[in-house]
Each structure stands twice: as C-alpha cells, then as structure tokens.
C-alpha cells in the first residue's frame, strides 16, 4: 500500500496526487491543448528531462493526462490533459487568481520574524 493509498480523505488524496513540485506546472501548461514532450519542457523552465518524465508518468497514472504515441519515425508522443485532469483548470485559475491579489502580503509575511503569539487558522468546511 503507498502512501496515497493511505489517506482517506479526498482531498488528502487530490493534493498528495498533485503536490509534486511540477505537476500543477504540467496541468497548467496543457490547459487545453496538446504538447510535445520538449515543447512541454521549453515551457517549464528548469525542470530536467527525468523529472517531467516521471511527473507525466505520475499524472497519466492518476488519469489527469494523456499520453498518445505515434507508430514513426523520429517518435513523437504528445501530452494533453484528459477531461478529469481538464476539470482542474478552473480550480488552479482560482488559486492563480488569488496568489496574485495576495502576493505582498504574502511575500510581506515571509519576510517578518515568526510570532510565538501567531496560530494557525483552521480550515472552514463547506456544507
């Protein structure tokens, strides 16, 4: 059993699916549209053929990307998001959306000391 298969709570398992430090890079790349391995990586700056390798083979897995090889030669293969990994577009927008409108209180924060005084806010539940 792997550790993914441990978590029970979905959404455990959704962020321990696309925690990886490329793989919402790959998802948001593709978006709707289909991409060669090394144009994939053209876009990526600074992740190295190994590394795209196994997130592509990790998000093919999970059923977020889709692989499709040509019978020729030189091999071309081409990566496009499948409809599940197609509904994560809207979710990563929103989380785009909102790095963006909190980027220097963010980055504010990052620079301050740590307060002993500081918790952590609990997560809210939707109903």
């Known amino acids: 059993m792997t550790y993914s298969t441990k978590l029970v709570c979905p959404i455990q398992r959704t962020i321990a699916m696309i925690a990886d430090k490329w793989k919402v890079i790959v998802i948001a790349n593709l978006g709707d ?4 391995f090394r144009e994939l990586q053209r876009a990526m700056e600074g992740v190295t053929p190994k590394v795209l390798t196994r997130q592509l083979r990790d998000l093919e897995r999970d059923g977020l990307v889709s692989r499709k090889a040509f019978a020729e030669i030189p091999p071309r293969v081409e990566y496009s998001l499948t409809p599940l990994g197609r509904s994560l577009l809207p979710i990563l927008q929103q989380l785009h959306n909102w ?14 000391p740590a307060s002993a005084e500081t918790e952590p806010v609990p997560m809210q539940r939707s109903a």
């Open 33 to 36: 549209r289909t991409m060669r």
């Open 99 to 112: 790095a963006v409108a909190n980027s220097e209180s963010l980055l504010h924060r990052q620079e301050e």
